[in-house]
């Protein structure tokens, strides 16, 4: 049968094939993740979504959430949805089962959220927050704050947020205004306005748990002066009863070109004087204990992009297995039969560019996922810091790159279907409008590529990219020796070394007086990192299926290995040469952007 | 004070210093269209654009059409530009003053298009398609047809259509079945079902006149046995006077990603066997007659896309301007104050980038009609083809390429915006989503590159693309001697040369056996092609702007000039290197696409 969402077959090669995640199980850590266990969750997850999750990705879409007096209402059939994840305890995938969570590996928990975000991200986004919320209060809390939210927030009777943005202060988190004050019985009282709040208010839950972003009266200026206090909206008493509502208005919702199920909310705090909220971590640490959260949060971003962009890939090329539309190019005469649409040239091309990309955006993420089970399971302090090196660095890709490909994919999966993409008969509009938050929230992608540059080219000294340098050759060395890739792997590593030299250039530029040059080529910089990534996990991928070929793999089996090396192949053949095109620009540094005059951009 | 839809001063460079349009009036053709009289019409337009079209632009959005018992509802507020429209005659621009026209240069009308396109191209989409069934009138009617119908279409009291697709005859036209039986009258009996019709039903007008697209009873199959009828909604009688109601019903209208206000028409003709058609032209020639309205109605729909990529830089662009947020990045410490986004080097990448296109763009598309007007007032036969061989060549880069950078700025518009251009306060996420149309109808951008491959590429034994090569290369010798220009000459040569020869293996390879490679690399093609001929424009430009700062060209002038020669660097020095990168791709004529079998595609 067609499938929706996401290819399967594609998703158990990478867990098991490309990053052997069984092997995982070996550990103690994760020792009852075998691979039947695997499988099984996956196999649920997967039903989740199909049945579930994807039949009310439209309706939410048109039903949207309804504000009234401060109250708001998410799609009636949502709640249903939500009813059957908090049952089958899907909201804290890896967590700690102390806790309420499930303890899985990340590289399975990313392959879940492939099924989830395709199905319906605008409705798990509010469950991510909740975990990202509940994370903070796990990582930062007293015992106290813990014993009060923690299980509830990860078993998802309460709802979680993170009250960062306000109007004046969206990119520049340090201009923002909200105060604290302290107490004499310790808590904190909060005044301020926040902007851009998922889940800020809605039905779901019977409370829901802010991190709020403010100042203490009295503290420096900037980012370095702000601090995080958790902010419920029902007070929460010692006891864990609730009390009273703690002064936390939800004053508005977005009216947005996509997801419009998950409610964008206005948030006032204190209109009354009477919202409160306790410390959590220190005083004005709390951007630190953003930061913590925005590898997670940037990665499940790249998550949701890349799920729209499988689903309306999936949508596709079943259209175009079915839709019969013109003649055969080869075909002699006008009276030959029309021919299903994935037969001509052109619709090829776009289908197996949306392949490569999703392959490659796929495999990417859940090694950034491994790479963190890594973490858990090294006893090494050097390895750990190896993996996170290596997560630190490819997290702009995860979140930059990878969406900014997928609202691509998303484009032409709605050409594939003609006039009919454009219409909401299908789900390829929508998934077009939901991608293009992707690029903006959990810092625009124009912010990732600052990022790259900025921190994360130079992090640990260098060693980190010299780290992926090293993890993308040895990729390379096997795929050298196997009959059919050497072309393929000379490509790459051509690309790859290419890629150190621009590396070198451009981090050189950053910190010379010709830094606004440099940072006016980062977001090239992160396309043409994001390339050879991409290169590299589909040779990677290519060389399994090699070695799975050679081992005598047939049938099904061996259509599928063969589509992993023309997915490499394509990209290799057709992308690459336009990275090396894209390097040769950064290497010649015009800096025609930065050395123009403001009024010569005209306009006035 | 900051202008929205577009940028004025640059609209009157191309008219009066690029194209020097003036000389136009010259000719006794076009003697009533001084520089005067030209400042005037565009004046008017933008004045018209600004103050009545672009203001319902987002309320159109949100109510979008009504549809009851075959009957549609345009927004109320649409009424009153409609009747702004008619009073200033703004509906035929080009067309014959004894019809009702205007008889401007194309040119001329390109720049009034510009406007209102930018201001509200849902609205003038149902003006165009007027126009373009009016064209048809004009060009293939008998004078009994032109009496009856012409003047009432040109002058708007009627409205127009064109009845082309059906369920299964999308992008595939000879597959329609539409049928017409001719009765003892010499009229014809239509029946038939026609889906995506822009404006087929809609209350803005008494009458509405579609041509249909239909198949006379034992024509062949395929697209030479379909002929052109004229199918009034309310029978016209022989006087002029209108009859009744002519069994053609509107039985739904398409939901749609954006253009809401533009009603989307599921038409059924001749359901109670009383719909009557008249044949418009030659029996089995009725693609013919399409293909004659073809070129207009692609650049229209370029030009639709470039209002949408202009009107979206220019708010993205006052928005820099204004919105402070984050330090400058030379600036010392935290403690420096906010700057206006447009001082921060991503942006500014962002905002030359969306200049740089939609000036080259803009330049493209008059162009195009700039050479239609040449076919005007020439009375050489041999100059005439010369340029219908360029117009020819360039439609397709018009309509496809345009669109498809069009699209990217919008989407970089909203990016612009953050958070906020998500949000549907601003304009900006709908300019991204009307945008989306214009790369599927008038033939799906896939098609134009066919197009450009298939038959533009070698139109004339390949001499079309020979001038277009000439051309180039006298903008590029001009530019050569001009001091700061020449390099910038010299890579513009390259690319040039670069094309032709890529021109020639692909255009080689089309025709061998090949082919089927050689169309999966057709778009990539277009792509080349376009970004040479952007080139071509912005070095024109550039050549213009030195020779007038040259001539002591001062203050706003010269900031004037020196964006044009910084659009001009920008382009070739940051996106021309790409473009080596994707003629190499063509030039390696990878297969893999086509090889594939169609298993391996996954997903089942």
């Not at 998802?156 to 306000?166: D, N, P, Y």
């Not at 340090?174 to 709040?197: H, R, W």
């Not at 009295?218 to 010692?238: C, E, M, Q, R, Y």
Request: proline share 3%; aromatic share 8%; charged share 25%.
């Amino acid at each position: 049968m067609a499938q929706v969402i996401t290819d399967k077959r594609d998703v158990d090669f990478v867990l098991h094939e490309q990053l052997e995640v069984e092997k995982l199980s070996k550990h103690e850590h994760f020792s009852e993740f075998t691979k039947k266990t695997v499988d099984l969750i996956i196999s649920e997850a997967r039903n989740l979504a199909v049945k579930e999750m994807l039949p009310v990705l439209k309706i939410g879409d048109e039903e949207g959430c309804k504000f009234e007096n401060g109250t708001v209402r998410v799609p009636e059939s949502y709640h249903r949805v939500y009813e059957l994840f908090k049952e089958g305890e899907w909201l804290s995938l890896c967590d700690d089962p102390g806790w309420g969570g499930q303890g899985m590996p990340a590289t399975v928990s990313l392959a879940v959220k492939n099924y989830f975000h395709g199905a319906n991200f605008p409705f798990t986004l509010a469950i991510l927050l909740i975990h990202g919320a509940g994370k903070l209060v796990e990582k930062f809390g007293t015992e106290k704050q813990k014993k009060l939210f923690l299980k509830n927030m990860y078993t998802g009777r309460w709802g979680g947020t993170m009250l960062l943005t306000e109007p004046q202060a969206g990119s520049d988190v340090g201009a923002l205004t909200t105060t604290a004050v302290k107490n004499p019985d310790g808590a904190y009282s909060i005044t301020g306005n926040k902007i851009f709040i998922s889940s800020g208010e809605h039905d779901l839950t019977e409370n829901i748990i802010h991190p709020v972003l403010a100042r203490i009266e009295g503290a420096p200026a900037g980012t370095s002066g702000i601090s995080l206090f958790l902010v419920p909206k029902i007070w929460v008493n010692d006891d864990g009863s609730l009390g009273g509502p703690n002064d936390v208005i939800c004053t508005g919702i977005e009216e947005k070109m996509g997801i419009h199920s998950s409610p964008t909310c206005s948030m006032t705090l204190g209109s009354k004087g009477q919202c409160r909220g306790t410390l959590l971590g220190d005083e004005n640490k709390g951007m630190r204990a953003m930061f913590v959260m925005m590898n997670e949060a940037r990665l499940d971003v790249g998550m949701q992009a890349l799920g729209c962009a499988c689903a309306s890939f999936q949508n596709a090329l079943n259209y175009a297995r079915e839709r019969v539309q013109g003649r055969h190019l080869l075909a002699g005469g006008k009276d030959a039969a029309p021919v299903p649409i994935i037969q001509h040239p052109d619709v090829r091309r776009m289908l197996l560019s949306m392949k490569a990309y999703t392959e490659g955006c796929r495999s990417l993420l859940y090694f950034t996922g491994f790479c963190e089970d890594n973490i858990r399971i090294s006893s090494d302090p050097a390895e750990k810091a190896r993996y996170q090196g290596l997560i630190d660095l490819l997290i702009p890709i995860a979140k930059g790159y990878v969406s900014d490909r997928s609202f691509e994919i998303c484009s032409q999966g709605v050409q594939i279907f003609g006039g009919y993409g454009y219409t909401k008969e299908y789900l390829q509009e929508q998934y077009l409008r939901d991608c293009k938050i992707t690029h903006i929230y959990e810092g625009t992608n124009g912010i990732q590529a600052m990022d790259l540059l900025g921190r994360k080219l130079g992090l640990n000294k260098g060693q980190s990219f010299r780290d992926l340098l090293f993890e993308i050759r040895k990729t390379i060395e096997t795929a050298k020796k196997l009959t059919g890739l050497e072309d393929m792997a000379e490509k790459t590593a051509a690309v790859t070394a290419e890629l150190e030299k621009t590396a070198g250039f451009i981090g050189g530029m950053a910190a010379s007086d010709k830094a606004l040059t440099a940072y006016s080529h980062a977001y090239t910089f992160m396309d043409v990192t994001g390339d050879t990534v991409l290169a590299w996990m589909l040779l990677w991928r290519a060389a399994v299926a090699a070695q799975k070929l050679q081992a005598g793999a047939k049938g099904k089996d061996a259509v599928f290995y063969e589509g992993q090396i023309a997915s490499a192949r394509f990209f290799i053949n057709t992308v690459l040469p336009v990275s090396h095109g894209k390097m040769a620009v950064i290497l010649a540094a015009d800096s025609t952007a930065t050395d123009l005059s403001d009024d010569a951009f005209g306009g006035k």
